[in-house]
Nanobody, 123 residues
Framework: QVQLVESGGGLVQDGGSLRLSCAAS????????VGWFRQAPGKEREFVAA????????YSADSVKGRFSISRDNAKNTVYLQMNSLKSEDTAVYYC????????????????WGPGTQVTVSS
């Protein structure tokens, strides 16, 4: 069982930056891919970015490419989402999730989820 907790959300102005953290407890994230998803009010939960814990492969959704980057710190058992040039349409609850081994972009492929952190971008 992997327990995940997100942090770092908040209110930021258009064009600003935030760094979200996804901290794991109960067991190491070794052998787990980690993804970030977001859900805006009235919309489906959508893929943002994902990273493989073992070999540093990662990819992100077209909507955030060039603005968001995903990384991890093995020693801290934590995955980060650096968000730059934020726009009002990035406003959502952001979730991290984990699955064994391979990166995936479908939320249905992830087993463990955090409770989410709110990101609000004001224009």
């Amino acid at each position: 069982q992997v327990q995940l907790v997100e942090s770092g959300g908040g209110l930021v102005q258009d064009g600003g930056s935030l760094r979200l953290s996804c901290a794991a407890s109960r067991r190491t994230l070794s052998n787990y891919a980690v993804g970030w998803f977001r859900q805006a009010p009235g919309k489906e939960r959508e893929f943002v970015a994902a990273i493989s814990w073992s070999d540093e492969r990662s990819y992100s959704a077209d909507s955030v490419k060039g603005r968001f980057s995903i990384s991890r710190d093995n020693a801290k058992n934590t995955v980060y989402l650096q968000m730059n040039s934020l726009k009002s349409e990035d406003t959502a609850v952001y979730y991290c999730a984990a699955r064994l081994y391979f990166i995936a972009s479908s939320k249905d492929d992830y087993v463990f989820w955090g409770p989410g952190t709110q990101v609000t971008v004001s224009s």
